[in-house]
């Protein structure tokens, strides 16, 4: 058993001096915002900056470097994350930024690949969580403490045995996801056929306001709920914040309890209502899939009354054009605010009950096709980890 540290040849600490000011001409730079959750690299969004061509030449990325993220994580994405330098980072020059670290690995003894996944499972694990320095609100990796950490350096014929075997169930992660993510593309697509923008209605379909389609109803107001009210784990409220991609990610730590919660009974959400931000970002809003929760006083609730599914007025409020016309009704100087009356007043398409049929049974046997999908990604997710275990414990 080996120290990680002693996989490396070397280490190449990130560049982001007061020198390093933006630049049209300069030196690509990559931070972890261009980290993928697959351990690649995102080569989009990078920024541009003016560094000594003394700098560039010793610290340049080259095929095989390992990205380390030492600084930046937060409570709930630990620091320590890594991406592998691929062929592609040949095609340009490229450092890495101050909370970054690159690791050159010594491949007299370690294929690069090899020690990337482990370090990859490092972070997947749960270890790097417990090697933050915890005392700041940006979360440091105690780097020291992290290349002390054991690492099984078998002969390199069996490292790269071990490689190949991780590169195909990955590879195959991969492809389950781009088909998923191609249903999703499908269904987006197919809504767009069938109904079509819903501001500019190129099919004709007669407009009704949206309180002839559903109830609505804002959240409590600021006075029925106190600091001393919220707990952890217990009824999470959702307000605008916790609204993300047309998704509910509740904090346990905004929750209320059950006698609270029952006092608040006109602002339970019901699965299949639809929870919207009613401050902010325009557009916000999502699907309760889950009972128990509580709309928040930044949010609405909006119960449809059968005509139209929750699903569909979600899809149409959060749609582009639409989010447009929010802004354009809402009210406020400094941050734009939503009102029952406003909001009672979206003109919402109301397409015939058999364009609607259409496009869910569409969407339903999508649906089938995804489970089917999700079960296989499901399985490979396991055999991962458990590869992962067997190889690095």
Not at 145 to 161: G, H, I, K, V
Not at 174 to 182: D, E, I, S, T
Not at 223 to 251: F, M, R, T, W
Not at 362 to 389: A, G, H
Request: hydrophobic share 35%; glycine share 8%; aromatic share 8%.
């Amino acid at each position: 058993m080996s120290r990680l540290g002693d996989a490396f040849e070397s280490q190449i600490t990130g560049e982001w001096g007061s020198e390093c000011t933006e630049s049209e001409n300069g030196t690509k730079v990559l931070r972890t915002t261009n980290f993928t959750s697959e351990g690649k690299i995102n080569y989009d969004d990078i920024v541009i900056r003016s560094i000594s061509e003394s700098k560039v030449k010793k610290k340049r990325l080259h095929f095989g470097d390992i990205i380390l993220e030492k600084s930046g994580g937060t409570e709930k994405t630990p620091v320590g994350r890594v991406v592998f330098c691929d062929e592609a980072i040949e095609n340009s020059i490229y450092l890495c930024n101050n909370f970054t670290q690159a690791m050159r690995v010594n491949q007299a003894i370690a294929i690069p690949k090899y020690v990337f996944y482990f370090m990859w499972n490092l972070h997947a694990s749960g270890r790097t969580d417990l090697l933050q320095n915890k005392t700041t609100g940006i979360r440091n990796l105690q780097v020291k403490s992290y290349l002390n950490e054991n690492c099984p350096l078998p002969s390199l014929d069996e490292q790269r045995r071990v490689v190949a075997v991780l590169d195909k169930v990955n590879g195959l992660i991969a492809k389950r996801k781009q088909q998923l993510n191609k249903l999703d593309e499908l269904v987006k697509s197919r809504f767009i056929e069938l109904f079509g923008d819903p501001v500019s209605n190129p099919h004709g379909y007669p407009k009704v306001s949206l309180s002839e389609l559903a109830e609505i109803k804002i959240g409590p107001f600021g006075s029925l709920l106190h600091k001393e009210d919220y707990i952890v784990n217990g009824h999470a409220l959702v307000n605008p914040s916790h609204i993300v991609d047309g998704e509910i990610s509740i904090d346990n730590k905004l929750t209320v309890s059950d006698d609270k919660f029952s006092q608040l009974s006109a602002y339970h959400l019901q699965v299949g209502d639809v929870v919207m931000g009613r401050r902010g970002e325009m557009g916000r809003c999502a699907v309760v899939q889950v009972g128990g929760l509580l709309c928040g006083t930044g949010s609405l609730l909006i119960r449809t009354k059968g005509d139209v599914t929750a699903d569909y007025l979600q899809k149409i409020i959060s749609f582009t054009s639409f989010k447009k016309t929010i802004e354009d009704m809402a009210v406020g100087q400094t941050m734009p605010n939503l009102n029952v009356p406003i909001v009672s007043r979206f003109q919402i398409i109301k397409p015939p009950i058999e364009v609607q049929k259409a496009y869910y049974t569409f969407v339903e046997q999508t649906d089938k096709s995804k489970l089917t999908i999700q079960q296989s990604l499901d399985k490979l997710e396991v055999l991962k980890k458990k590869l992962m275990q067997d190889c690095f414990g």
